[in-house]
């Protein structure tokens, strides 16, 4: 018995009664909350190998032009990878967060 076509899988948010001050006080809450925060991690993961798929198809497909042709792709890819991991390489923090512009002054 396999899924159905067209059917979308769901899942819970946060638990409503997780509180961050104290996260020990429920300690049901607080392994649903971090649960929720491994799923969540994993669905970053796998987006991130989806978009590295597909920018090995085109530069597969586009060859010599794959430096123009791809590069909206590569950037989806590089911004789906910051943050993404589990922390275990001890990078700084600053290198997992999201890209931060540098203002033009």
Known sequence: MGRRKGTV????????????????????????????????KWIDIEKAKILREKVKWCYRVEGVNHLQKCRHLVQQYLDATRGVGWGKDHRPHSLHGPKVEASAE
């Open 9 to 40: 899988l769901t899942h819970d948010g946060p638990p409503d009664d997780f509180d961050p001050e104290n996260p020990y006080k429920d300690p049901v809450a607080m392994l649903e909350m971090r649960e929720h925060l491994v799923r969540e």
